[in-house]
């Protein structure tokens, strides 16, 4: 059965300090990879999305960069974090037929200080 | 630019009752899906049900349906028979197939339901 792993749970990290969140699929192959924050209490942010290897597209102009290495693997970074990275990230995968669901992970609640 | 619209940012229901969300969306596109999922406090993203634009048929999943209306670009989730276990916060998202599956999630509505 597939299943998504995604770490650390929780993150404190310094303003400045860099970034690197890691997502990671198995079960399953070449699946589309999704990168969301959701600011406390609020809506999904769509950050970044992959439909393959080194394809990324990014949605909001920002200080964070996403790759795909592998097919199963996704990564979030930042070179340089600022107080309004602070938020619940969630990666997710979703298999190539329409009427497939999106699959989530367990979240990363990164705290900026 | 394509977008979800949930305007019920809050909703407190009586238990038992049905309870209606509502979800807007705005695209252009001909072939799109719609999802629902369920986000209680414990963070986890709870897939509910999934219509696709070209399914004639409102979608049903056990005591939840949506109530799809392609002319008027909405596709609002039903809860029957509401329980304690339903109060979480609830987000609509479309699925743009045009563009590489892009999936864009509305704001969210937290429903309270009420003993």
Not at chain 2, 80 to 90: E, T, V
Request: aromatic share 12%; with cysteine; proline share 4%.
């Amino acid at each position: 059965s597939q299943t998504i792993h995604q770490w650390p749970a929780t993150l404190v990290q310094p303003v400045g300090s860099p970034l690197s969140l890691e997502c990671t699929v198995e079960g399953t192959s070449n699946p589309n990879l999704y990168w969301y924050r959701q600011a406390a209490g609020r809506g999904l942010q769509l950050l970044f999305y992959s439909v393959g290897i080194g394809q990324i597209s990014s949605e909001v102009p920002q200080n964070l960069s996403a790759s795909r290495p592998q097919d199963r693997q996704f990564i979030l970074s930042s070179k340089k974090l600022l107080l309004s990275d602070s938020g619940f990230y969630l990666c997710a995968w979703k298999g190539r037929r329409e009427d497939e669901k999106l699959f989530f992970g367990s979240g990363t609640q990164l705290s900026v200080l | 630019a394509q977008k979800i619209t949930q305007t019920q940012p809050g909703m407190f229901v009586q238990e038992k009752e049905a309870v209606t969300l509502d979800c807007t969306y705005d695209t252009s596109d001909q072939s799109y899906g719609l999802f629902w999922y369920k986000q209680p406090s414990s963070g986890e993203m709870i897939f509910l049900i999934y219509q696709g634009s070209y399914d004639e048929q409102n979608a049903t999943e056990g005591r939840y349906s949506l109530n799809f209306q392609k002319a008027r670009k909405s596709a609002n989730l039903v809860i029957s028979a509401s329980q304690l276990g339903d109060s979480a916060m609830y987000f609509c998202a479309m699925r743009e197939v045009e563009r590489d599956d892009k999936i864009i999630f509305g704001k969210g509505t937290r429903l309270h339901i009420l003993p």
